[in-house]
């Protein structure tokens, strides 16, 4: 009889103890706990703590050279969604497309690329540019140097690595016996088809994200590049920058800066849909959209062997345009 009334007792224990833990509210993990915890938080950066430098990868991009058979390959590889860049200049809150435009001037063994943002047809920030260059027409490949924009990395921002007794697709290309040259055509809000808007992402989740994408970089960092001095070919956007820009900058112009602490918050975030477009009541001023096959567009006629002359910077816009700058 006794241990009948004590497992009774300790049946009701039990059950009162059971009531009161499901009377007690459910307590889930905050971002307070846990601040660090990706799963938690939302990458939403802080326009004014973002660095562009620190939002695409130079000595990666290098990576991507080896990888492309062509400048417009190239140029896709750069704008893969949640790939290399999460270059944000404009403060939008989504990334940059990141136009290629081959060197039309050249030489017999220099070759040249520049990497810009482009947000209109005459307002162009350059971001970087990539130099090949031969010892020996008649080498396989050629060695290369991926310079930083100064107002955006800084001064002697420079990568570089030895390919010339290598043969690499976009080597052979523009090295090759042809005579058009690509220029992109696409820039903010005239897009590839097959290019899909995405939103950038907070810095450190950036560098987790390339860092696991391209764990061995292929380019070397270097203040002194070897070759630099024999480089004599000029990028066609050689100086071109543009006023505003919302990201902050390492070594920004006077207008940029003077933008900056005017501007100190980025503006709202508007995504730019490929459906918006037929709403637009001026198209004038973009080129017609093209087809993949046929995206190797506004080429120039040239002979390799005979450089052309390259573009020359617009002059400076005393209206604080941005268009067609070169250097104040």
């Not at 326009?47 to 991009?61: E, F, G, I």
């Not at 897009?191 to 390339?210: A, K, L, N």
Request: glycine fraction near 6%.
């Amino acid at each position: 009889m006794r241990i009948i009334k004590l497992s009774a007792a300790i049946l009701a224990i039990g059950l009162f103890l059971m009531a009161c833990n499901s009377d007690q509210p459910q307590q889930t993990a905050t971002v307070e706990q846990y601040p660090n915890d990706p799963a938690l938080t939302q990458a939403a950066p802080d326009q004014n703590d973002y660095w562009a430098k620190d939002n695409l990868d130079l000595q990666r991009v290098g990576n991507l050279l080896e990888r492309s058979n062509s400048p417009e390959e190239f140029e896709a590889y750069l704008n893969e969604n949640d790939g290399i860049n999460n270059l944000d200049l404009n403060g939008d809150g989504y990334a940059d497309y990141l136009s290629v435009d081959e060197y039309q001037d050249r030489d017999d063994n220099q070759r040249g690329l520049s990497i810009f943002s482009r947000f209109g047809p005459d307002l162009i920030q350059e971001i970087a540019k990539v130099v090949f260059f031969r010892d020996d027409f008649n080498s396989p490949g050629a060695r290369v140097l991926l310079s930083g924009n100064e107002q955006i990395y800084g001064d002697n921002n420079h990568y570089e690595t030895n390919w010339a007794d290598r043969s690499i697709g976009l080597v052979t290309t523009l090295f090759g016996n042809r005579d058009q040259y690509y220029r992109s055509p696409y820039y903010y809000d005239n897009y590839p088809d097959d290019y899909d808007v995405y939103q950038i992402v907070e810095t450190p989740v950036y560098r987790g994200r390339i860092e696991r994408l391209y764990a061995a970089p292929l380019f070397v960092y270097t203040t002194a590049p070897t070759f630099i001095s024999k480089v004599k070919i000029k990028s066609p956007h050689n100086g071109k920058w543009m006023d505003k820009v919302h990201a902050k900058l390492a070594k920004p112009t006077k207008e940029q800066t003077e933008f900056k602490k005017n501007n100190p918050d980025k503006p709202q975030s508007v995504k730019v849909e490929k459906a918006d477009k037929a709403a637009k009541k001026d198209d004038s001023a973009k080129p017609d959209k093209q087809s993949k096959e046929d995206r190797k567009v506004e080429t120039e006629k040239g002979n390799p062997s005979k450089p052309d002359k390259a573009e020359k910077p617009g002059k400076p816009d005393k209206g604080g345009s941005g268009k067609g700058k070169g250097k104040p």
